[in-house]
């Protein structure tokens, strides 16, 4: 048995520790606890007891190495304190648990250029994963490609262009097109659309064209605002431009639609009666009490989908690429009103 003296942290418990206890060959202790060949019942308690004893924890990665093979898939995740990243981090875990697979996760916070998130996913290929979930938009497509020669790749929330990744998506340019439907149906016709550049948030470029389309497709006047990866930035030039005869601003996250409706606050504006504010996401803490108008985007369609791709490919010598786009649900709230 392994034992340490005070003050000295304990080695790990091995299997050859829990077969020796047990008074059995290693391959025997192997077999009876991963459930696999036939024993006496008083043999496999016996090692089940003499485990639990000396309170070993089977290493699956070592396992699986060994045998050449393993079913833990790497993911890497956008800042999981951001609502529906951490959502939707929730839903992948539930996820690959029923279908047994197991994730071994990297968070990523800021990261210009997606530096850190390509260290990180070198990381998880240094860990030997079968595969990889991307569910972060901060990393572009050329960064990506490099790994799929090595293991599959699913992006998962953001839709992908390369042709050697596949995704499950939220269809972002259809969330443009119901928030700028329901903004044209309340009479709106000088409108202020603030949204993300495309390096700082593909999905929010993708909004915000969508919605510049149909608003001017619907005979709207459109001020479009292009701004970097914090929520305030763009929100005093968004309040600028609507000053001179808009009725709203329409933002390409939810983040950004409570900086706007703070900064109107302070200004003296009144949303919605001076100004309209929406929004997409549709995640936020209190956002039904809040009454934003948004998009509540399909989380657990994208969740569940994403890994069920990750375990085709993994079983399937299929070289087709996946493309799977999911639609959310208008919100119609209360910070968006008829002119």
Request: some cysteine; overall charge neutral.
């Amino acid at each position: 048995m392994t034992s340490s003296d005070a003050g000295t942290p304990a080695l790990r418990v091995t299997i050859s520790d829990v077969a020796a206890a047990a008074g059995v060959s290693r391959a025997t202790a192997t077999r009876a606890l991963k459930g696999e060949g036939r024993f006496a019942p008083d043999t496999q308690q016996r090692i089940i007891e003499a485990a639990e004893r000396l309170g070993y924890v089977r290493n699956t990665m070592a396992a699986e190495l060994a045998a050449g093979r393993t079913g833990t898939v790497g993911l890497m995740l956008r800042d999981a304190s951001n609502p529906a990243y951490g959502l939707l981090f929730s839903r992948l875990q539930d996820e690959a648990h029923r279908r047994g697979l197991d994730l071994v996760t990297v968070t990523i916070g800021a990261d210009e250029q997606g530096i850190k998130q390509v260290n990180a996913l070198h990381r998880l290929l240094g860990m030997r994963v079968a595969g990889l979930i991307v569910a972060t938009g901060g990393i572009m497509a050329a960064q990506l490609e490099p790994f799929a020669d090595q293991v599959p790749i699913v992006r998962a929330g953001r839709v992908e262009p390369s042709g050697r990744i596949h995704s499950a998506h939220y269809d972002d340019p259809a969330h443009g097109r119901l928030l700028a439907s329901h903004v044209l149906s309340l009479g709106h016709r000088n409108v202020v659309v603030l949204t993300g550049d495309p390096e700082a948030s593909y999905p929010e470029h993708l909004r915000g064209m969508a919605m510049r389309e149909t608003l001017i497709n619907g005979g709207a006047s459109v001020t479009m605002i292009s701004a970097g990866a914090r929520p305030d930035e763009g929100v005093s030039e968004a309040l600028s431009a609507v000053r001179p005869g808009g009725t709203a601003i329409m933002c390409a996250s939810d983040y950004r639609q409570l900086a706007v409706m703070r900064a109107a606050k302070a200004g003296g504006l009144d949303v919605p009666g001076d100004v309209s504010v929406t929004g997409c996401d549709g995640i936020l803490p209190g956002a039904d009490l809040l009454g934003l108008t948004t998009v509540r985007i399909p989380v657990e369609e994208v969740a569940a989908a994403a890994v069920e791709t990750m375990q085709k490919l993994l079983t399937s010598d299929s070289a087709d690429i996946v493309r799977r786009p999911f639609t959310g649900t208008l919100v119609p709230g209360t910070t968006a009103a008829a002119v």
